[in-house]
């Protein structure tokens, strides 16, 4: 091993960068061995030293005892070395965090600091002045921005770390700690970016992940951004309860404003992962569970309809702040206790009033009763126990607890006394209230304020109370106050959604569509059912009797529907557009679908009942106008599908019936006022039994005419089986003529086929001559002269010559002259029997007879 010159130096650089090439790789074991090389070829060499205690510090279980001996061995060799100087002010600084744990330092200069942070304030001074290295300067920096954070001066922090990452960029615990800094000033886009750099020069560290969630939540409008870091953080931290919070936040924010990308689940699941892990009973899971988290999950789980387990969360939750408040002596700790207390409690009786139902609707105004008495100052508390007073249809307490909320919140509480008397139909006193709501609103209330009072002037116009005159002034009033609100926010679609609804009800039909269909392009309505049901409004009110425009506005009522299915008004204005196109079957199913869901509810019952009626009468009118001849079994169906529908209508009467004698005055105040309900409900209710009587009328009609189409049926089918049975005789019938008349044309053929079968017999006797060119063709006699032949023939001289020969007598003898065939008829005489077979006409003469004779003499 060299001991000195430049291959010792060479040396040493050479290992501390392999030592530098070993800690890039996380193999600190390595590291260090290199680092103890160095050290073994120069003892002196501080850079080492330094390195290997500040390694010793981080990585060793026993490192602060051998880290103080690496520390001491470089003091020794250079105690004024920069590095040195950084190092000893690194251990000052931890120093001085021990000394002030607990929040009183034990050895406190006049600044109130540790004595040990003065220490390393001066040696990083001294490190500063004495370097000139980037390296080292961005480290002095990073430490005394390190020392100011610790002290929470964030803004002299905020200007080291810059200063330190201006010199080097890749400083990364500079980098995070700026990042920190910039969160603390509300400097969240820097801070993102400052961190989204360590992780593109560094794997995901959880550090950093957690404060890039933080800072994605608290900042950033990119809300799939932060769930995508959060999953990245769970995925690193897989059993950190504060991780599993926070993405179950991230995803949670992420539902609010997509709902459609399945957050809402990735939420709920994280929120579970983290009760698991908090019922779990680890150490680290109870040091890190807080009450916001049971109150989140349990606000989660009452989203998701667990009301049950939404409860129990709240449960855990006060529990442990319960734990919490005996443990604590900090004043602040308690306050943030108290309040996490008081949500709790508010959310359970909440959750007690959103199940409905009167025991606990009770036990949720007892809470709301309570918490009023205990916390005076807070002022949601009187607003929601005047809402729930609202509900029971209790509008003085309603209206108590509205003023009492006043006094911590003007706006509001009057704003909600508007609302308890515009439901109480009190318009007067609404219109005042909003007015004076108006008045108090800050520029932030300003636009929703507006938008309110516009909305109370427009029902106010079109209130059947209203006379025509105020109509039209009201119309206006609303449509200043919608302008209000436009001129405020340019942006405004609520504003020009109400504006649409003023020109729709002035009569401005085209303008009001335009204006409905502007709003609808805008993004922020995108999921907003209101301007869908208002365009379809319009599409109604202004051609309410053309079937297309009707059909327009179903399918824009069913969108509506399709963005919030738990609308049950949207329900009723479907089937309300059915029953204006008397497709009532189709009104029928969606009102009976509405049922459903909302099984209870007396206005959707009253308006099945109403639709079944009207579509029972409609069949029975329908068949009664045809006085049907023909499709008399289609009608028997009509009449039979009409008696079933006027029943279950009278069924459903019943029921409706039963429910009204079953309310309360109050309730049925309340249900009076119900948006879906006729305008005269009390009276309806009153008049079921005559109703019910017309009902048993019109059914009587059906079953009339349903055996009137009896009659007519068994008519017609006796008529039609006599029509058959004729027909079958006359089939019968004809079906015997043909088969005669086949016979006789069998007969008829059979004997053609005879007679055609002795032709050929008799042809084929007939035997035909040879050599007909040799002979001389005789001359045929006249017609009508026989020849001499024949006269020989008659004259019976059968054996006149001796030398004649017998001849066969010919086909044709005895057959008719027949002029067709050459005017003559074969003589049997006439012709003779050649030996050749052929038949010849011949005249015997003198030299043939002669011949004869001299063959006989031969012969003999």
Request: net charge neutral; hydrophobic share 40%; aromatic share 6%.
């Amino acid at each position: 091993v060299p001991r000195s010159g430049l291959r010792l130096r060479s040396l040493k650089e050479l290992r501390f960068a392999i030592a530098a090439c070993f800690c890039g790789l996380g193999r600190f074991q390595q590291t260090k061995n290199a680092l103890g090389g160095v050290v073994a070829a120069d003892a002196a060499h501080v850079e080492s030293l330094c390195a290997l205690a500040h390694l010793e510090a981080k990585e060793s279980a026993d490192g602060s005892e051998r880290s103080m001996e690496h520390l001491s061995a470089a003091l020794q060799a250079d105690q004024n070395h920069p590095v040195v100087l950084c190092q000893a002010a690194n251990h000052a600084f931890y120093c001085g965090l021990e000394d002030g744990a607990d929040g009183t330092p034990k050895a406190p200069n006049g600044n109130g600091d540790p004595a040990a942070w003065k220490i390393a304030e001066e040696l990083l001074e001294r490190a500063l002045a004495a370097s000139t290295s980037h390296s080292l300067l961005a480290e002095v920096h990073y430490q005394r921005g390190r020392l100011r954070h610790a002290r929470g001066h964030h803004a002299e922090a905020y200007t080291e770390y810059r200063k330190s990452c201006e010199l080097v960029p890749e400083h990364l615990a500079a980098v995070y700690a700026l990042a920190q800094t910039c969160v603390q000033q509300g400097r969240i886009p820097e801070a993102i970016a400052a961190l989204e750099n360590v992780r593109k020069s560094a794997v995901d560290l959880p550090e950093v992940l957690k404060l890039l969630t933080f800072a994605y939540l608290h900042g950033s409008t990119d809300a799939k951004q932060a769930a995508k870091c959060a999953d990245a953080l769970v995925a690193v931290c897989k059993s950190d309860v504060e991780a599993h919070a926070m993405r179950a936040e991230a995803h949670d924010r992420l539902a609010s404003l997509h709902p459609n990308l399945g957050a809402p689940k990735a939420a709920a699941d994280a929120y579970e992962q983290v009760a698991t892990l908090l019922q779990g009973n680890t150490r680290g899971a109870q040091a890190s569970a807080t009450p916001q988290m049971w109150n989140n999950l349990g606000t989660i789980r009452s989203l998701h309809g667990d009301s049950q387990g939404a409860a129990q969360a709240y449960t855990h939750g006060l529990s442990l702040v319960e734990e919490k408040l005996q443990a604590t002596g900090s004043p602040e700790e308690s306050k943030d206790l108290r309040v996490a207390q008081l949500t709790m409690r508010f959310n359970r009786a909440w959750l007690a009033e959103s199940q409905g139902g009167r025991p606990l609707l009770t036990e949720a105004t007892q809470e709301y009763l309570q918490l009023s008495e205990e916390n005076s100052w807070y002022a949601d508390i009187q607003l929601q126990l005047g809402g729930l007073w609202q509900r029971l249809g209790q509008t003085e307490p309603a209206l108590r607890s509205f003023q009492e909320a006043v006094k911590q919140n003007p706006f509001l509480g009057m704003l909600m006394q508007a609302e308890a008397y515009r439901r109480d139909q009190d318009y007067p006193h609404a219109m005042k209230h909003a007015t004076s709501a108006v008045k108090l609103a800050d520029k932030k209330q300003f636009h929703y304020a507006h938008i309110y009072l516009g909305n109370l002037f427009f029902e106010v116009a079109t209130s059947p109370s209203s006379r025509s005159k105020e109509k039209d002034l009201y119309l206006q009033k609303a449509m200043r106050s919608f302008t209000k609100a436009l001129s405020q926010e340019k942006d405004s679609h609520f504003a020009a959604n109400g504006i649409g609804m003023v020109f729709a009800r002035r009569g401005k039909l085209d303008l009001a569509k335009r204006t409905f269909q502007s709003v609808m392009q805008h993004k922020a309505m995108a999921n907003n059912p209101s301007v869908f049901v208002n365009l379809a409004h319009t599409y109604l009110r202004s051609d309410s009797g053309n079937p297309a425009s009707v059909r327009k506005a179903i399918a824009l009522y069913q969108q509506a529907k399709k963005l919030k299915p738990d609308e049950r008004l949207v329900w009723l204005y479907i089937a309300k557009a059915y029953f204006v196109l008397q497709e009532y079957e189709d009104c029928a199913t969606v009102l009976g679908d509405a049922s459903q869901i909302w099984p209870d509810d007396l206005i959707l019952r009253y308006n099945l009942a109403m639709t079944l009626q009207m579509f029972g009468m409609h069949l029975v009118n329908q068949e009664e106008k045809n006085n049907r001849v023909v499709g008399l079994g289609s009608g028997q169906d009509q009449m039979v599908q009409a008696t079933e529908l006027l029943e279950s209508a009278s069924k459903i009467w019943d029921f409706v019936r039963f429910k009204w004698a079953s309310l309360t005055d109050e309730e049925r105040k309340v249900l009076s006022k119900d948006v879906g309900a006729p305008e005269m409900l009390a009276e309806e209710m009153n008049n079921i039994e005559s109703v019910q009587d017309y009902i048993a009328e019109i059914k009587e009609q059906a079953r009339f005419r349903l055996e009137l189409l009896k009659g007519k049926r068994q008519e017609m089918d006796e008529r039609m089986a006599a029509i058959e049975d004729m027909r079958k005789n006359q089939q019968e019938q004809d079906k015997e003529k043909n088969k005669e008349d086949e016979q006789a044309a069998q007969d008829k053929q059979q004997e053609a086929e005879d007679k055609a079968l002795l032709l050929m017999d008799t042809a084929r006797m007939i035997q035909l001559g040879k050599n007909l060119e040799s002979t001389k063709d005789a001359k045929v006699p006249a017609a009508g002269k026989p020849s001499k032949g024949r006269a020989a023939a008659s004259a019976g001289d059968e054996g006149a010559s001796a030398d004649a020969v017998a001849e066969p007598q010919p086909l044709g003898d005895g057959i008719a002259v027949d002029s067709e065939f050459g005017g003559a008829a074969l003589d049997s005489a006439a012709g003779a029997l050649m030996d050749d077979g052929e038949v010849r006409v011949s005249k015997k003469s003198k030299k043939d007879k002669k011949e004869k004779k001299d063959k006989k003499k031969d012969k003999k």
